[in-house]
């Protein structure tokens, strides 16, 4: 129960949307959510706060971008495992993915006027 835990960028669309899945799908309570922009996040090393991505924790370590998304996967399993197959991608050119699309989430999704608040789901 909430072992991980995902900060992400709470003043984002897709982030939020996403991370509104996420919550539904973790019927076993193994993650946490927290918005970058909430006061919790200044644990999070200031190095990682300089990139552009989501941060999971797990068991003392930090992991981003694609290595970010594999874990959650793990976490979650089941079906999702089938991206899995993305892993046959070196990580070098998931991570150029992942900033792409990080790069112009807000051009492409919109920016929120107020932060995502997530509820855990009953």
Not at 27 to 32: A, E, R, V
Not at 67 to 82: D, R, V, W, Y
Request: hydrophobic share 40%; charged share 20%.
């Amino acid at each position: 129960m909430n072992d991980t835990i995902v900060y992400f960028d709470d003043y984002c669309y897709l982030c939020s949307n996403t991370i509104q899945l996420l919550n539904w799908l973790d019927k076993g309570d193994k993650l946490m959510f927290i918005g970058l922009s909430n006061g919790i996040s200044e644990q999070i090393p200031k190095d990682l706060l300089t990139i552009d991505s989501i941060i999971v924790f797990h068991n003392g370590q930090y992991s981003v971008k694609s290595g970010a998304i594999f874990h959650i996967i793990e976490c979650l399993g089941g079906f999702l495992k089938i991206f899995f197959i993305f892993k046959i991608i070196p990580n070098k050119q998931l991570d150029q993915l992942y900033d792409l699309i990080a790069r112009s989430r807000y051009r492409m999704f919109g920016k929120r006027k107020s932060c995502y608040v997530p509820k855990k789901h009953k």
